[in-house]
């Protein structure tokens, strides 16, 4: 698919540009020239030059329309200096004249030179040009001027020589490409299934994280098709001119009708699709609702006749959207595209390495088990980081150390090397990471755990314990659950066992196990004295303060005392369990942290060596 060329500026702009520039420089030279160049006679106020008249020092006196020039008397009768006034209407002024003996006379209007003339029959119509030169590019160009404003600024991609997307540059979302092949089988037989009275759907929804390839995937609909692809984001259609956005709309759908059958695709369409009821805590955008207004008309009305155009509309937030957009007959089909799973992460990882040159030791299986929760973009980048991290170290190839880097770059930011800490803290963080590995080797519900580290990374993390799931999990139970916060409370654990104290290196932990045990609490139901209620709204106004301090729905007094006792009870037994292990194994906890200080990183195989030999608690 190739982006269309625009049509080339019309002849009569550079003309106009050139006379523009050229009026302009003789305009420049008849104002300013003749002040620069003439040495004109010196000014005085008005006040002096009648004083001078009545002393008698004037002799001559030449009155203009715009300056008044006199002569000053000399001793022996030659041409004294010449000065000159602003005039001011004084009818007195002939006679003091006439009564010192002051030769006086009124000066000619100038004659208008045939330049002149010139200048002031060329220079408006110019300005004229000028000023709609002006609106004819903020519109964007084109035959119709200054009326262009109003137009559609979609990209337009037609099938050309260049390389078009196809569902085989697409991968990780099979249960999408599925739904969308249908509406490739619309686009180039539509008689098959209109002949029997099938209603070809008008609008396809795809939501989905960002970056799991929603735009792709709408890009290789148009290239399986062969159709012509029209592409713009909901926020082009909005501008500060009123009336311009529903205007861009219309001539969109009109653009799209002559070239039918054809594709629109409108990328964050909640940028113009947000719901247009109020809640009561903010207004409405006019303009905004005016263009959704009219892109719903257009959707209802341009499938009248043989025109067969669909609309494609990607969004993160299908939450907000107005309930007219989702109704049957518009967007007819929501498609989801989710993240990948293991395999679908193994396909877009073979999809993006076909352009770069892998090592013979590169297993892609092994990567992608490694990023879970990678979208496609994040596997993109991820494969462009080693690639970098390859031509760095000055390789042939992308070696699979450089995809194991480039994951932690990802995950835990990029290795701080010149942070440098004391024995002391060095120390502290040792313990604090291998509590958090042996707590989460012998608890259920977390990942393997693959690596140990304490090189600082990223902003804040001075040392990182890496856990790798074994498999795609989408369900977990309480007791997985639980053993999650204990492994988050690991490494507190860890530094109270060993040092008797705590540090505030355990603050991230203490959030991230806090907020997980207060969703078990108010979202999962998770507790016997509560019972199985939900205390927390999911989308709540967290910009005036209540929501953002207290997401949890209007409870009573005695219930939410009731939530915080829960909470609390959750992670003070999350966090006994995480000493007894750390007690029961304390001799394991102290050879795995001296190894750790002398090598700064533990992975692989040996690393598993060490944390088979966690003893379970055993209850005495």
């Known amino acids: 698919m190739a982006i269309k060329e625009q049509p080339k500026q019309p002849r009569f702009r550079i003309i106009a540009n050139i006379l523009l520039a050229v009026s302009g420089l003789f305009l420049l030279l008849n104002l300013f020239l003749p002040g620069l160049f003439a040495s ?83 220079i408006p119509p110019l300005i004229f040009i000028g000023i709609w030169q002006f609106f004819i590019a903020r519109g964007g160009g084109g035959p119709q001027g200054a009326l262009s404003i109003g137009k559609s600024k979609a990209k337009v991609y037609v099938e050309g020589e260049s390389a078009k997307i196809t569902f085989a540059d697409v991968a990780g979302v099979e249960e999408a490409k599925t739904e969308l092949v249908e509406i490739v089988d619309f686009l180039k037989t539509p008689a098959r299934f209109t002949q029997i009275g099938a209603r070809i759907p008008k609008g396809v929804l795809l939501v ?59 990328d964050e369409l909640d940028a113009i699709g947000k719901s247009r009821s109020s809640n009561g805590f903010y207004g409405g955008n006019d303009e905004r609702e005016q263009t959704l207004n ?62 770069v040159k892998l090592g013979d030791d590169v297993d892609l299986k092994a990567i992608a088990t490694r990023t879970p929760g990678f979208a496609g973009a994040d596997l993109a980048n991820l ?79 001075l040392g990182y314990t890496l856990q790798l799931p074994t498999e ?63 205390y927390q709204q999911g989308q709540q106004a967290m910009f005036l303060g209540n929501g953002a301090s207290n997401p949890r729905r209007a409870v009573s007094e005695d219930t939410a005392k009731a939530i915080d006792s829960e909470v609390k009870e959750i992670v003070e037994t999350a966090h006994e369990q995480a000493l007894e292990i750390l007690r029961q194994n304390r001799d394991l906890l102290e050879a795995i942290a001296t190894q750790l200080l002398e090598t700064e990183v533990i992975e692989g195989e040996k690393l598993h060596s060490l944390l088979s030999q966690v003893k379970p608690v055993t209850n005495s």
């Open 294 to 355: 009219q892109l719903l008309t257009e959707m209802d009305g341009f499938a009248a006749g043989d025109a067969t155009v669909i609309v494609l509309a990607a969004t993160n937030r299908p939450e907000i959207l107005d309930p007219a957009l989702l109704r049957p007959g518009r967007f007819d089909r929501q498609v989801l595209v989710d993240r990948p799973d293991l395999s679908g992460r193994e396909a877009i990882l073979k999809i993006h390495a076909q352009k």
């Open 383 to 461: 494969v462009n980081e080693a690639a970098l991290l390859a031509a760095r170290n000055h390789r042939q190839g992308v070696a699979q150390e450089d995809f194991a880097e480039a994951i932690e770059r990802v995950v835990a930011g990029l290795e701080k090397k010149s942070r440098v800490m004391n024995e002391t803290e060095k120390k502290i963080v040792a313990y604090h990471e291998v509590g958090h590995a042996m707590v989460g080797s012998l608890t259920t519900g977390n990942g393997r755990v693959e690596k140990i580290s304490i090189i600082p990374r990223g902003m804040a993390a």
């Open 40 to 122: 004109g006679p010196a000014g005085v106020p008005y006040s002096l030059f009648i004083h001078q008249v009545q002393e008698g020092e004037v002799s001559r006196v030449s009155v203009g329309q715009n300056q008044i020039l006199y002569q000053i008397k000399t001793e022996n009768a030659e041409p004294g200096q010449v000065f000159t006034t602003t005039p001011i209407f004084d009818l007195e002024l002939p006679k003091l004249l006439e009564q010192k003996g002051v030769e006086f006379a009124a000066t000619p209007p100038p004659k208008n030179t045939w330049f002149t003339t010139l200048l002031s029959w060329v």
């Open 472 to 534: 795609d999990r989408f369900l977990m139970n309480e007791t997985e659950l639980r053993g999650q916060i204990a492994t988050l409370l690991g490494g507190r654990s860890a530094e109270e066992v060993v040092f008797n104290s705590i540090t505030t290196g355990a603050s991230n932990d203490l959030q991230r196990a806090t907020d997980l045990a207060e969703r078990m609490v108010t979202t999962y139901g998770m507790s016997k004295v509560l019972g199985p209620l939900a």
């Open 208 to 266: 989905g994280p960002p970056g799991t390839g929603k735009t792709l995937l709408a890009k290789a609909v148009a290239g399986e098709a062969g159709v012509p692809f029209f592409s713009i984001s909901g926020s082009e259609f909005v501008e500060l001119f009123v009336g311009v956005g529903s205007s861009r709309v219309r001539d969109l759908f009109e653009q799209a009708k002559k070239q039918a059958p054809c594709i629109v695709f409108i």
